[in-house]
């Protein structure tokens, strides 16, 4: 959410960021008529229980006939003023839920990913002396993977990890998980599931799509979180936190289930866009300052190319333009991962500065000298399964194996992934 504030001394601002944004600014428009209506009706508000009060004020000993009378007109008054403003809340709440947080000035100005912008490129492509295959048909080859028997039990867009490769799903998993807890980072396995009114203060959707957004289960108020940012960024509703604590910093693991909506036709091979799928990710909390919450974001991409350096994947980190922005969030880097078996780079992590968007419908909050003021808050991917099949894909031979990074040999207790014989 915004601070009502900015909408209020600075509109151009949020009006330059809608349009950069691709939103419609009509959405603005009618948050500031209604707040303006919003001013009035309180200015009406305190008006009459100033009255109120100077009647009761004027009241020796028992009051008059007329006084009582006036002390009902006053109150009948009053009531109806404050359902006019509840009314005019709600009214105003449902354009300010849809304004987006402000993009940082140094943000690539685009419509969609496409006007995404490549900062850095890092290592060099795999050279094969034939041609490589995808993660599917290699997957399938070894009977590591299975998107067959997953579209016969559950439908499209799912997949099974068998075998070595289920233990190389949970080697990479863990592998990254420890790395944060050596970093000083929290663990978690938070729940996989969040009430409604949890789920709209994470900032992503109105109230309107909640149960439409996102996998569900509406008899129980309950939905299936998208990433585990979901459920660990909410941890701290409702609470001041000590500024000596900050930043805190969590590393968590846990399924994640996504719709895919809007993707019909897109990515159906394979286990690229799946509906759920493994991740490990980074959440930190750290002190209302741009500055220090900026570093901690380009902290955590540090930390998401030392693990693809260490896995040696070739990848680039893409700044994304306003057009590619999430709600929430003030700034995000991609990581994209070379993938030679599609002849392309596709997404494998994003790091973002979401500031104190989401903090405000949370009501996170730290005190410093004395005054309860909004915290900043950061998500980044460390790995999902797409680094996976990632590793399939890179590490490839020609007879079908595949070499197992070095640095996750302790984890899966073999260094290939052979043909049966």
Not at 222 to 233: A, K, M, Q, R
Not at 248 to 271: H, L, Q, W
Not at 277 to 297: G, H, Q, R, Y
Request: charged content about 25%; some cysteine; overall charge negative.
């Amino acid at each position: 959410m915004i601070d009502i504030n900015l909408l209020r001394e600075n509109p151009e601002t949020i009006k330059k960021a809608l349009q950069n944004r691709q939103k419609d600014i009509s959405i603005l428009e009618k948050a500031i008529t209604l707040d303006k209506k919003y001013l009035e009706i309180i200015g009406e508000l305190e008006a009459l229980r100033a009255k109120q009060n100077q009647l009761s004020k004027s009241f020796k000993g028992t009051p008059t006939s007329d006084q009582i009378s006036e002390g009902k007109v006053l109150k009948d008054q009053i009531k109806i003023v404050e359902e006019k403003l509840l009314k005019n809340n709600a009214e105003k709440f449902v354009y300010l839920e849809q304004i987006p947080n402000i993009p940082a000035n140094d943000v690539p100005v685009g419509k969609d990913e496409s006007d995404n912008v490549v900062i850095k490129t890092v290592g060099e492509k795999p050279v094969f002396d034939f041609t490589p295959k995808d993660h599917i048909d290699l997957g399938e080859a070894l009977d590591i993977l299975d998107v067959k028997k997953a579209a016969e039990v559950s439908g499209s867009r799912f997949g099974y990890f068998k075998g070595q490769g289920a233990v190389l799903e949970m080697s990479l998993m863990f592998y990254a998980f420890q790395k944060l807890v050596a970093k000083g980072f929290v663990g978690m396995i938070p729940p996989t599931m969040v009430n409604a009114l949890t789920e709209w203060k994470c900032g992503y959707t109105s109230n309107k799509n909640l149960f439409g957004a996102y996998y569900s289960s509406p008899e129980d108020n309950l939905i299936f979180i998208s990433s585990s940012e979901h459920s660990v960024v909410p941890y701290h509703m409702d609470e001041v936190l000590n500024s000596k604590d900050l930043p805190i910093k969590y590393v968590n693991y846990s399924p994640c289930f996504r719709r895919e909506a809007g993707t019909y036709g897109k990515d159906m091979k394979g286990m690229l866009r799946v509906h759920n799928f493994n991740k490990v990710e980074m959440n930190i909390f750290t002190l209302p300052d741009l500055k220090i919450s900026d570093a901690a974001c380009l902290e955590m991409l540090a930390i998401e190319e030392e693990i693809m350096q260490e896995l040696g994947l070739h990848y680039q980190v893409v700044q994304n333009c306003t057009g590619d922005l999430p709600q929430p969030n003030r700034r995000m880097y991609d990581t994209n991962t070379w993938f030679p078996g599609q002849n392309a780079f596709r997404e494998t992590q994003s790091c973002s500065n979401c500031s104190d968007y989401q903090a405000r419908r949370l009501n996170t909050k730290v005190k410093i000298d004395g005054q309860n003021t909004y915290v900043h808050i950061l998500n980044a991917t460390v790995v999902t399964d797409r680094v996976l099949l990632a590793i399939l894909e890179n590490f490839q031979t020609k007879d079908g194996s595949i070499n197992i990074p070095e640095v996750l040999w302790p984890f899966t207790g073999f260094k290939v992934i052979s043909p049966k014989l």
